[in-house]
């Protein structure tokens, strides 16, 4: 079998983003200073754990910031993710309804109903909690990344940047929204009690009998071993010069915290003069904390360093996942699991 860290070398994190995005995540992003104040004021720990609990009955009405905070939380309790958590609604929350929702039977219409926050409310735990900051939390060593890779390969490992980066990632949430969270609160200080996203107690995923992964989606999906839809992760699929591989392939093996063998010949963008190159492990890695290594040569599925960029912007022909979807991905399939590829 080749292993993992030779087909590394194939596949990479692109930086140009899909036209079709643009103008959705344009409204998110550009709220203005002088309304950030009173959004901001509406995600309390109370504010957002109410939110969706008192729709019984009727259509429910355009959820307010609360209740797409808490949505996406016990989305992804559920398993059924739509990547970095930012309280923001979007295209991968859509999908991430549309996909819980069609688990559940309960109709896939990619927005919130009283049906949907039913079958979410049947989690009773918290969608946010506090949490006191550890020492290993901001013990580091934190080290910017650089972007060149000849750079990147002098470094002894690609860590996390900040004690903020290293949060945002242990509780699936963007440093934004932490601070959005816990104002006035030292993020990088340990003791500090602060409000995050309760997504640390949740069950491991069973055993994974299938992955299907879904361009015009965007998004992959994990069955078990009787056929049933028990996860979903927003993902990149491919571009027009790395189109995705359709077809039915299977899982070789896995690798956890792999070094990635850049080797400039394999992409179509990589600057002139650029030579191969050992990248170190660590989440900063360009391909995040895993590799599923797939029978297609030179494929895989694996995590990133950019968490926000998950189902918005074009890969190198390789499916990539948020760096926690990636991880919990692994603890439930092997080599031998089927991974349909489509269109």
């Not at 292993?3 to 140009?16: K, S, W, Y």
């Not at 002139?272 to 029978?295: F, H, T």
């Not at 692994?330 to 349909?340: E, I």
């Amino acid at each position: 079998m080749k292993t993992a860290h030779t087909v590394l070398a194939a596949c990479l994190t692109a930086a140009f983003s899909l036209p079709a995005f643009a103008a959705a995540a344009a409204p998110a992003a550009a709220p203005g200073a002088a309304a950030a104040a009173p959004a901001a004021a509406a995600l309390s720990l109370d504010s957002v754990n109410a939110a969706g609990k008192s729709e019984t009955t009727g259509k429910v009405a355009k959820p307010g910031k609360a209740d797409i905070l808490r949505a996406q939380i016990m989305l992804d309790r559920a398993h059924f993710s739509s990547g970095e958590i930012d309280g923001a609604a979007g295209s991968n929350l859509r999908a991430a309804i549309a996909g819980y929702q069609s688990a559940k039977g309960i109709g896939s219409t990619g927005a919130m109903n009283t049906a949907t926050w039913a079958a979410l409310n049947a989690d009773s735990a918290d969608a946010l909690t506090t949490y006191t900051i550890l020492d290993a939390d901001v013990a580091g060593p934190f080290e910017a990344i650089p972007e060149n890779m000849a750079d990147k390969a002098k470094m002894s490992a690609l860590g996390y940047t900040s004690a903020e980066e290293a949060l945002g990632e242990k509780f699936h949430a963007s440093p934004a929204l932490l601070k959005r969270l816990n104002p006035g609160k030292d993020l990088s200080r340990a003791g500090e009690q602060i409000v995050v996203p309760n997504v640390l107690d949740t069950e491991p995923l069973p055993k994974g009998g299938k992955i299907m992964v879904d361009k015009s989606a965007r998004t992959l999906t994990l069955f078990d071993t009787a056929g049933k839809a028990i996860a979903q992760f927003p993902a990149s699929t491919g571009s027009e010069h790395d189109p995705l591989p359709v077809g039915n392939w299977k899982v070789k093996g896995i690798a956890k915290n792999p070094v990635f063998h850049y080797n400039p010949k394999l992409f179509w963008d990589a600057e002139a003069g650029e030579k191969k190159a050992k990248i170190p492990a660590g989440p900063n890695n360009p391909v995040g904390v895993a590799w599923i290594d797939l029978s297609k040569p030179h494929y895989g599925i694996h995590g990133t360093p950019v968490p926000a960029s998950i189902g918005k912007t074009q890969s190198h022909g390789c499916i990539r996942l948020t760096n926690w979807d990636v991880a919990a991905l692994t603890a439930s399939v092997g080599a031998g699991t089927d991974v349909v590829l489509q269109d």
